[in-house]
């Protein structure tokens, strides 16, 4: 899979991120480490559409109307990379899903859980 291919480079990244405190520079980190994620799908349109999101800084607006209840939660980059390592795509929709409404659950009207 994409993920164990590049395992190494994704764990880096993703350690990078977690270690991360700066609010900015952290979300520069997980920026990119998504960034680098999204490439692996090879997949033109959903990398297009990753970059356009980031133009428009939906990602750093979520992150500045999140409850501190959200900000509280944290989940580790690290912990993604090992549980995308799978060959089933249903699996991995299932943990990327999960990963993108963590610690969003108040703004995303949803339960993170």
Sequence with gaps: SPVHNNEQELLELAELVDATE????RM???I???????????CDILISEYER?????????MNRMLDE????????HT????????????VAESIIREH???????????DSA
């Design 53 to 61: 999101m980031m133009k428009v800084t939906i990602f750093q607006s």
């Design 100 to 110: 993108l409404r963590s610690g969003k659950a108040h703004f995303l009207k949803v």
């Design 79 to 90: 912990d993604l990379v090992g549980r995308l390592k799978t060959e089933e795509p249903a």
């Design 32 to 42: 990119d480490f998504h960034r680098f994620l999204v490439q692996l799908t090879v």
């Design 69 to 76: 209840d959200d900000r509280s939660v944290h989940y580790s």
């Design 22 to 25: 700066p609010r900015v520079t």
């Design 28 to 30: 520069r980190r997980d």
